[in-house]
């Protein structure tokens, strides 16, 4: 054992000298930075969420402004600016400059970032790859100027490096701004800057945004409510959700005296009796010190917090947008004719809160016949890459869109003019890398995504049959028209008969014909609300294929 | 005789419907039922009688289209048997790009359309001037087949002898033919390639038969053509093809007792004498032949048939050998033979099937 942890100390202090800088180099793709283009999106996305969490952290209705300016072919000027409640001045650097620093890391709490790696991995990437340091202005409310940095990472000791620093004049009550000079690419289209910005107002309908992108083209998305999100509480982990590194780590940390106020103080839902069961389970007495916990006892601990019931945590930890002002934000951005939403009760995937909420548009200006747009989103921010391993993705190929009126092949989205929102709050979602672009399979998320989608999918199935009744009549009309001359002109040949005796044929038929087709309508709308498809282009036949010549 | 008969029931049909719809009623046209789920084994005369089930075609808003395009078709035919012409069914689905709206999309559609009408009347399509564009089968052995020849009006004799490497065809008619033979029995062979590999060593000869090839479901002449020539010359009828459920239910099935979609004409359009010979599911294990998984439409097919065919359901030993495929899970083509050399087939298999009646199934 004790030969063991010495090896495990002498790996560690291995590990500590890998440069931060060999380690981006190594895991560029799993920060978004795998290429150009994706990197100008990462930088902004960060820097974007960054803005956002600041400002509902400060209860300000976020104002923010994204410019991109064009300094060569491969090389852009990224400047982000937030009305959020700027940072202390001993703070910047390392928030902008240090790896693996942040706020979010240790807490439980729904938010954008999680580990504090975002945006200094964008800073650490403009230097890389232009050199530039990277500028900060930020100003908070009582003093009067505000603070300037130019900042580096030294990339050996994981530090920051203050190229530049001062105060300056600046207009502004309060707020951030940070400039980067990075190598990049510039589209439009799917997945890029544009995109992530639209569904970014989509799902933050109290943010405004001002985008000017490289051709100069000024974008506003102006904020559609002023009522800022509800505040999500922070909670202590649920046992369920802790695995054994994590409950080593934490009893490294605790400032508990006992293993019985360890687990009291630092877990939700685990009062005095919880603790004996577990205890007992695990043959540890529970006034022994956190300290003296070794890692066979930690594993004893974890297997018995498996087998021990315990209360879900609880959901007030959470934050969902909210059924209204979902519609209100797809509303603004998605030009549709009929619009629904569903936020479902929280549920809990392995001791965490999270809550699904989803959304759809249909008809109007959407494409009729590609297949349906989804929008991703984990905690207000856009998804953009990786859809096919995301449980969205899964949960809405897996749901019968066939019965609510739209197309499907087996195995693929349905198609139609549909957009399907979905949005996943948790205090920690699931992804399945640490560029946060899909979420993971747990059954239970699948599951609630597939019941959020089905609440949905109900309300779009009774407008799209209804629109279809109405179409329909408007196309029997049609139709009589269309073939009523055949049967008279046919029976004209059969019979060898005159113009005048054709034309009353069509007239007595279109009679009867007329007649029915108003009964019909009336026992359609009678039963109002079946599912029953008209198949007017359908043969009644049975046939056996092939099977006769 | 035909002709006349046949316009005088266009006629009436045409008049009937003129009737109704002058009269304000819902005009409407009745015909049987054409599925496997209508008709009956009739085992003493052996073929699929059709039952009593009708449908309607009421003319709705719903149907106006197919009930138009029934009526055009219907005015074709009687344009066709006037002027005594025929059309094939690819030609009347090109006339119909006539018809403006009411035009076919795709074939299958106006075969339907034509099909109906024939059970409509319970006359065979030819009688209305259609015939069908298919292959009609190869002969090659001892027969002399005496036909007429089109342009002089009289008897030529075709000896299938005497093809060469080559075979006679199976014409799209072929009620007016005789037949002169001196063939012990007819073998009708489901693959070309097998048909091909017995003409090659003269199988007809060695085994004194007549070879026919019926190249996956036989056409209805193909049929006809057999059923005339078995009952015409008192010939058996042996047929030999893969050993999977579409080679014994689609094939064989419908050259034996005809098939659920064309009921109203199996009575003359079936082999009921015919005998299997061909692969089966002990035949695939007792000779160790190369076999293929069963695929998901074959064990449908096997579902389907235990559940609907009414000859399966006559013949317990079709059930028993479609339950040991799908135990095996297996399928072995006719050709899987060549496994064993590829003479094995002439030298060993079709003797000795031959020479053993236990070895047949109904």
Partial sequence: MAEEKEIAYRLAEKQKEVSVAEFFERNRHLLGFDNKRKALMTVIKEAVDNALDACEEAKILPEIKVEIIEMSEDRFRVIVEDNGPGIIKEQIPKIFAKLLYGSKFHTLKQARGQQGIGISAAVLYAQLTTGRPTKIISKIRTKSEANYYELHINTQKNNPEIVKESTLEWKKEHGTKIEMDIEASYQKGAQSVDEYLKETAIVNPHATIIYTNPKAEQVIFARSTNDLPKEPKEIKPHPYGVELGILLKMLKATEGRTLQSFFTNDFSRVGPTTVKEICEKAAIPPSIKPSEVNMQMAERLIKAIRETKIIAPPTDCISPIGKDLLLSGLKKEIPAEFYTATTRPPSVYRGMPFVIECC???????????????????????????????????SIIGTAWRSYGLNQSSGALPAGPVVILVHLASVWPPFTSEAKEAIAHYPEIIKEIKLAIQECGRELARYVLKKRRVSDSIQKKGYIEKYLNHVGGALKELLSLSDKEEARINDSLKDILEKSRKIEEIEKVEHDGSEERLGILQNDEESEVGEDG | MAEENMLAKIKKTATEIYRQIMAKEKPHLKMPLRSLSNVNYDSKEGYFEMSNEFKERTLTVNTIKTFAQTLRMLSL????????????????????????????????????????????????????????????????????????DPSTNKEIKIDCTKMGTGSYSVPTRVEHLKFETNAKFVLAIETQGMYERLVKHSYWKTANCILISLTGVPSRACRRFIRKLSDEKKLPVYVFTDGDPYGWLNIYRTLKVGSGNAAHINKYFCVPNAKFIGITARDIVDYDLPSHPLKDIDIKRVVDGMKNDPFVKFHPEWQK??????????????????????????????????????????
């Fill in chain 1, 360 to 394: 759809i548009a249909y008809g109007g200006s959407l494409d009729k016949e590609s297949s349906a747009n989804v929008l991703r989103f984990a905690n207000r921010v856009p998804l953009l890459y990786q859809p096919g391993a995301c449980a969205i993705t899964k």
């Fill in chain 2, 77 to 148: 035919s009687k344009t066709l048997v006037e002027t005594d012409d025929i059309a094939t069914k690819r030609e009347a689905y090109y006339i119909s790009k006539n018809w403006g709206d009411a035009k076919f999309v795709e074939q299958p559609e106006s075969d339907t359309v034509m099909d109906d009408i024939e059970a409509m009347f319970m006359v065979n399509r030819e009688q209305m001037g259609f015939i069908s564009d298919e292959h009609g089968g190869s002969v090659s052995g001892e027969l002399i087949v005496v036909d007429i």
């Fill in chain 2, 321 to 362: 050998e479609l339950n040991m495929l799908v135990k095996m899970k297996k399928r072995a083509e006719q050709q899987a033979l060549a496994a064993h050399g590829l003479n094995f087939v002439i030298s060993d298999y079709l003797p000795k099937k031959l020479k053993d009646p236990k070895s047949w199934l109904p």
